[in-house]
DNA sequence: GCACAGGGCCAAT
DNA sequence: ATTGGCCCTGTG
């Protein structure tokens, strides 16, 4: 993979500071990247362009077919170095991950082809914790549409774009969503989660979970301390390690995992949970996180093993 | 119209 | 170790 030089990477645009662009990209889709189901704060708005609320900003990002270099509104050239480049992952090197994997066999290369342009985020980790506490047994319109009524309840108002006549919410502080009660939450749709997010925000606030020190944790510890909340159980877990904290090696394994993972790798055959996450461990290694997201987007998009 | 499944987990057995 | 139930909504 060529080096990319700081400075040529990120450069104003058409003489507006509010508008930067991503380039020499490689390995980078923003449709792949936010369809992959590690998100739920964006809209599609035109046929290659997408709203996304995240780091308590709303930028907008465009991206043509193919193109290898993207363009993101309502930023600036510093916060692009600080906040966009590692949220985007562009330092790593995807290429190297994509052919390594690659090798292992051919279902796995096919799946990378298919999505070569993923890139796993750097989200924060109190909006993942609530959104896939939210997630389990819903389907993705659905957590979006929660995780938005929660916002507009408990965050405040974003800086509105250009052009973009609604408004929208950054996702609410532990210290924000505290002041939720049950019943108001459940107004939110999330129904008989409500009192595991109300656990979630009591252990955060008391400090029986410091979210930033699971960052230094192995990833066995974290996901340990992370199961102590009502509502994370190992699939839930595995997400938050993922999306948030970058443990690469774990291999999250919801219905759409399991049932490409059993058709692809055995037989059809249909095996365990347990059995699922040791094949995931010895065969995809440190590398494990990254295949199942490949593994996610093909068997999602293509409705494979349904 | 209604049965079913959705990026699962808890509690009871 | 296994299983029924769960809030709610989009899909067939």
Known sequence: MEIMNKN???????????????DQLNHFNITQI?????????????EHSYLLNAKQKLIKITQQPDSSSAIIYNTNISELDEMWIPY???????????QKLSNKDEHIAKAIEFGKGIRILHQDPWEMLISFIISQNKSIPHIKQ???NISQQFGFPLEQINGVDQHYYAFPR?????????EQLRACKVGFRAPYIMDACRKVLNGDIILNELFILSTEEARAKLMTIKGVGPKIADCILLFAYGKQDVFPTDVWVKRVVEGLYFNGREVSLKQIQEFANSYFEDL???????????ARENSLFK
């Open 288 to 298: 494990a996180g990254y295949a199942q997201q490949y593994l996610f987007y093909y």
């Open 34 to 46: 936010l369809e992959s189901g590690q998100v739920f704060r964006f809209e599609k708005i035109t």
């Open 174 to 182: 532990p210290k924000e969503l505290s002041k939720a009660t049950e």
């Open 88 to 98: 985007f992952d562009i330092d790593t090197d995807y290429a190297n991950i994509a």
């Open 146 to 148: 929660c995780i938005k």
């Open 8 to 22: 040529e990477k990120s450069k104003g645009c058409g003489g507006m500071s509010n508008i930067v662009m991503l």
